[in-house]
Nanobody, 123 residues
Framework: VQLQASGGGLVQAGGSLRLSCAAS????????MAWFRQAPGEERGFVAA????????YYADSTEGRFTITRDNGKNTVYLQMNSLKPEDTAVYYC?????????????????WGQGTQVTVSS
């Protein structure tokens, strides 16, 4: 499976962006999916995750209440709506897929990664 992330860009603090992660090669409808991010000089960290059905979502403390992860299994795509963006949200954002039933909140759980998309938030 290949994951193609898009939607990154430059935005002012307080603004919004919507990231998309389109899968190809096979369906991801039975995978837990997640977004991670990596800022310069930092380790890649968890942002948000969603179960295969979309019934349950999980967020990092720093993104809870501002970010929303959703999925459309019919379109084989996962989304990350980011509101009230802060300069500290600046990072390369990666989408990731985990096995069915995995919480997908750690990099060690990830089965496949997409390429990153840059998000830059100016103050």
């Amino acid at each position: 499976v290949q994951l193609q992330a898009s939607g990154g860009g430059l935005v002012q603090a307080g603004g919004s962006l919507r990231l998309s992660c389109a899968a190809s090669g096979r369906t991801i409808s039975r995978n837990s999916m997640a977004w991670f991010r990596q800022a310069p000089g930092e380790e890649r960290g968890f942002v948000a995750a969603i179960t295969w059905s979309g019934d349950n979502t999980y967020y990092a403390d720093s993104t809870e209440g501002r970010f929303t992860i959703t999925r459309d299994n019919g379109k084989n795509t996962v989304y990350l709506q980011m509101n009230s963006l802060k300069p500290e949200d600046t990072a390369v954002y990666y989408c990731a897929g985990c096995p069915y039933g995995s919480p997908c909140q750690r990099g060690s759980f990830v089965a496949f990664w997409g390429q990153g998309t840059q998000v830059t938030v100016s103050s």
